[in-house]
C-alpha cells in the first residue's frame, strides 16, 4: 500500500518537542516514520483576533477558555481546516479534540483521533476530583459534553493509550467498540540501551519523582516512604527532577534536580542517570496516563503508584498500582518486600524493560497505528469488507 497522506491537527504545534510534555512531537514522529503528513492550519480564520485574545490572558485563563471558545466558534474555525484537506486520505487529531468539532471531511477520508484524556471523562473521574474547575466551567458542563460527543461519535478510530479511557469514553459517549483501540504510547526520551541488572539490598534504596508539580506528583507520600524506610534501618534516598520540594520535604538524603530540559544534551544525561541509578519510581499521582512511567520502564525501573485514570503500570510486570488511598506505609512496604527477595526484584526489572520493547514505545505506536489506519482507509474506500 502507498503512503499513507496524513492531514495533523492539533491547536498546539507538534514541532514544538515542549508543549504536551513533548508528547505532540512524538505522536507526529512517530506517524511520519510511515506516512505523508502535512501539518494543517492552527490558527481561527476569520476569527483569529479572539483566539490571540485568548492566548494572551493569564494561563490559567487561556488554558480554561481557548477550548470553549473553539467549539462555540467551531463552524467558522472549521472552514480553515475544510480548506485544506482534500488530497489527503486521514484527517489525524491529537489531544486537542475541539480541533476537530465542525470539521466536514471529503468523502472517504478517514477520521482519527488521540489523546489521554477527554474533558469530561477527566472532570468526573477521581484525576478530575482532585483539581476545582471554576463555576462558569461547571455551568457549561453539559454543552461542553454534548460538543465532546459529536465530535467523538464521527470518528472512524479512537486510538486511546489506556484501557481505562477507551472504556469510559465508549459509556459516556456511546461510541461502537469497534472504533476504539488501546495503543499505548511511549516513553519520551531516546530508546535507551538495555540496562544492566539492576541489584537491590547492596547498598542505598534510590527512590525517584519526575513532575513539575510536588504535590500533584504525589511527592509528599514518596517523601514519608523514603521517612518510614530510614525509620526501619533502611538507607533510603530520594531523587526529585523537574521541581523543588518545599523545605520541610528536603534534607540530606533529598536530591534535586529542578527543571531539567531534555533537549539539552547535559541535562538530559543528568535525567537518565537518575533513571538508571533508581530503584524505584514512587509517584502516587492523580493523572491520565503519565510519560514518566514509560520512561521508568524503558530503564527498566519499576514504578509504584495508585491505581488511578490510565496510568500505564501493568500489576506485577513494571511495578505496583496501589488502590486509591494507599499511603506511604504501603509503599513502603512493597518495597521492603523486595528488599527481602532481591530475585523478584530483578525479575520485575527485566519484565518492566520487557514491556517498554513490546508496547511502550513510540516505534511500537507508530507501527500499530499506521496499521489501524491503513485498515480504516482501505475499509473506507471499499477495497476491504
Known amino acids: 500500500m ?78 480553515r481546516i475544510e480548506a485544506a484537506l482534500p488530497g489527503h486520505d486521514v484527517l489525524f487529531g491529537a489531544y486537542a479534540l475541539w480541533s476537530l468539532a465542525g470539521v466536514r471531511v471529503p468523502d472517504g477520508m478517514v477520521t482519527a483521533f488521540t489523546s489521554d484524556a477527554v474533558q469530561t471523562v477527566y472532570r468526573e473521574s477521581e484525576i478530575g476530583a482532585a483539581h ?49 483501540h488501546v495503543v499505548e504510547w511511549g516513553a519520551n526520551i531516546p530508546p535507551p ?10 547498598g542505598p534504596v534510590r527512590l525517584l519523582v519526575i513532575g513539575r508539580d510536588w504535590f500533584a506528583k504525589g511527592g509528599p507520600v514518596a517523601f514519608e516512604t523514603m521517612t518510614l524506610l ?22 540530606d538524603w533529598v536530591t534535586v534536580h529542578n527543571q531539567l530540559d531534555k533537549a539539552v544534551p547535559e541535562e538530559l544525561a543528568v535525567f537518565e542517570a537518575a533513571l538508571a541509578e533508581a530503584h524505584f519510581l514512587v509517584q502516587p499521582s492523580f493523572e491520565s496516563y503519565g510519560f514518566a512511567f514509560c520512561e521508568a520502564s524503558a530503564y527498566g525501573l519499576p514504578s509504584l503508584c495508585l491505581r488511578v485514570g490510565g496510568v500505564p503500570i501493568v ?43 513490546e508496547r511502550l514505545n513510540w516505534s511500537a505506536w507508530g507501527r500499530r497505528t499506521i496499521a489501524l489506519l491503513e485498515d480504516a482507509v482501505a475499509r473506507k474506500s471499499g477495497a476491504l469488507p
Not at 17 to 37: K, P, V
Not at 193 to 202: D, K, S
Request: include cysteine.
Open 2 to 79: 502507498a503512503r499513507l497522506r496524513i492531514a495533523y491537527l492539533c491547536d498546539m504545534s507538534p514541532l514544538d518537542r515542549n508543549l504536551y510534555s513533548g508528547g505532540n512531537a512524538r505522536l507526529f514522529d512517530a506517524l511520519s516514520d510511515h506516512a505523508d503528513l502535512t501539518i494543517l492550519p492552527r490558527d481561527w480564520g476569520t476569527v483569529d483576533v479572539a483566539r490571540k485574545a485568548i492566548l494572551a490572558m493569564p494561563e490559567h485563563l487561556n488554558l480554561r477558555l481557548r477550548w470553549r471558545a473553539h467549539y462555540a466558534l467551531r463552524r467558522v474555525i472549521a472552514r
Open 132 to 180: 476545582a474547575d471554576s463555576r462558569l466551567g461547571r455551568i457549561l458542563d453539559g454543552w461542553t459534553e454534548r460538543c465532546e460527543r459529536r465530535v467523538l461519535q464521527r470518528l472512524d478510530l479512537a486510538l486511546w493509550p489506556s484501557d481505562w479511557l477507551k472504556q469510559e469514553a465508549e459509556v459516556r459517549y456511546g461510541l461502537r467498540a469497534a472504533v476504539g
Open 315 to 357: 500489576e506485577g510486570e513494571n511495578g505496583h498500582a496501589l488502590p486509591p488511598g494507599s499511603g506511604a506505609e504501603d509503599f513502603a512496604r512493597i518495597i521492603r518486600g523486595y528488599i527481602a527477595a532481591p530475585q523478584d526484584y530483578a525479575r520485575l526489572s527485566q519484565s518492566a524493560r520487557h514491556l517498554y520493547e
Open 230 to 251: 530510614r525509620a526501619t534501618g533502611v538507607d533510603a534516598r530520594l531523587t526529585v527532577i523537574g521541581c523543588t520540594p518545599p523545605e520541610f520535604h528536603r534534607n
Open 193 to 202: 540501551p538495555v540496562p544492566a541488572p539492576r541489584a537491590l539490598g547492596t
